[in-house]
């Protein structure tokens, strides 16, 4: 998006239980880091 205002940020993804809403895990993404073996959305799964 040319015209996005921040061309930088951070993503945060969390596991959470649905009734309960306990956080079980999170995972920060800052960018493109080391080299991923399947994909991030599979080695967040992995993880």
């Known amino acids: 998006m040319p015209n ?8 945060m993804f969390l ?3 649905g ?3 306990i ?3 999170f995972v920060f993404y ?3 880091g080391n080299k ?3 994909g991030f959305c ?3 799964v992995l993880d």
Do not use: F, M, R, V
């Open 30 to 32: 800052t960018g493109k």
């Open 4 to 11: 996005k205002p921040n061309h930088w940020g951070y993503k």
């Open 15 to 17: 596991l959470a239980g």
């Open 36 to 38: 991923q073996e399947h």
């Open 19 to 21: 009734e309960s809403g």
């Open 23 to 25: 956080c079980y895990d």
């Open 42 to 44: 599979t080695d967040i």
